[in-house]
């Protein structure tokens, strides 16, 4: 009897070995399937993956490229605008000394006139007492050449007398053209009553001429003539 119950409890044994190994077989193509399928969805992000950092790596190379490009183009610019800052301060400096030399006109302006007003007014009325017409003129050009002499360089004024009266040719009238001449012509008539006109005027003043002419005539101050001409001949150029 106690061999047979020794025989049932081993055989039970065996069963339960038998039908763990199954569970564990089973439980094991589980596990292997489920470890294939790990596997794989994980190659599948590695790829996934080495795909995406190859289009980043592109990306980042483009961008890299286009600051490159940038860069370049903000060097170009910052040097063109360090040559315009330059050429910038040389134009302020030009028109600093042009605005400077502009100031100092009126007070080299005035001192011209005195002289001239002192030197012409006595020549015109050595001239109206002189006999000789050759004598009179002489002596006018000479008196006025000292004073062409000493202001023509700054002022631009050129005197030459004709054989009937004088060529006035001005410069530093025209700012954007210093060495433009404008030049006018005046007669005197050989008659005892001494009447100036003008016979040209390079560029033409048309009728704005007369009223000085008039002046002349009955001041015989003929240094205001000249200022008077030269202010026009500036104003043409406003």
């Not at 040389?90 to 011209?112: C, D």
């Not at 004073?147 to 040719?169: C, F, H, K, Q, W």
Request: glycine share 4%.
């Amino acid at each position: 009897m106690a061999d047979q119950t020794q025989d049932t409890g081993f055989l039970t044994a065996r069963i339960d070995l038998q039908g763990l190994e199954k569970d564990l077989n089973s439980f094991k193509e589980k596990l292997d399937g489920w470890s294939d399928a790990i596997v794989r969805k994980t190659e599948a992000e590695k790829v996934q993956h080495v795909r995406e950092m190859q289009k980043l790596s592109e990306t980042i190379q483009q961008i890299q490229k286009e600051h490159d490009a940038l860069s370049q183009q903000a060097l170009v610019v910052r040097q063109q605008l360090e040559r315009e800052d330059e050429e910038h301060e040389a134009l302020k400096k030009a028109v600093e000394e042009i605005i400077a030399r502009q100031e100092s006109l009126p007070e080299l302006i005035a001192s011209v006139q005195e002289a001239l007003d002192a030197e012409s007014n006595a020549l015109w009325r050595r001239k109206a007492k002189t006999e000789s017409k050759e004598g009179e003129q002489s002596d006018f050009s000479r008196g006025l050449q000292k004073i062409i002499d000493a202001y023509s360089d700054r002022l631009g004024l050129t005197l030459s007398p004709t054989e009937n009266g004088m060529d006035i040719v001005y410069t530093h009238i025209d700012r954007n053209n210093p060495t433009r001449k404008f030049k006018v012509c005046v007669t005197c008539d050989d008659d005892d009553t001494s009447t100036y006109s003008v016979t040209s005027c390079q560029p033409p003043l048309n009728d704005m001429l007369q009223s000085d002419i008039d002046d002349l005539n009955a001041t015989g101050d003929f240094s205001s003539f000249v200022m008077s001409v030269r202010r026009r001949f500036v104003d043409t150029c406003s």
